[in-house]
């Protein structure tokens, strides 16, 4: 499920705080979340035309800042093989990283 250079063109980033904010806030009832082992999506909709990304890692997980860049890696590798495919315009969506996103098969991610 390799994206085209032309597929992740469609997708956004989400670059502002207010943004993460908007999509954790608990009277947000619009909010989608999905559960995995390595990480956990957030999807919400919203007023842009394109579906937007972003990606968290905590300090809570990882202490070190190689181990939550590697995270971010992955996570950013399984959002670009497969949001462009699946992702639905004027959407955001963020994924959370949990604590075996480093060590987890990245087929099983």
Do not use: C
Request: proline share 2%; aromatic share 6%; no cysteine.
């Amino acid at each position: 499920m390799k994206a085209t250079r032309e597929d992740l063109k469609k997708l956004d980033r989400l670059q502002k705080r207010s943004d993460f904010l908007r999509m954790n806030a608990r009277e947000n009832t619009q909010v989608a979340k999905w559960v995995s082992k390595g990480f956990i999506l957030l999807a919400a909709p919203n007023e842009h035309t394109n579906a937007r990304y972003g990606i968290t890692v905590t300090k809570k997980l990882e202490k070190t800042a190689v181990g939550r860049n590697r995270m971010k890696r992955r996570l950013r590798a399984v959002a670009s093989d497969v949001l462009p495919s699946v992702a639905k315009a004027g959407m955001d969506y963020v994924l959370i990283a949990r604590v075996d996103a480093a060590t987890r098969d990245y087929a099983d991610l």
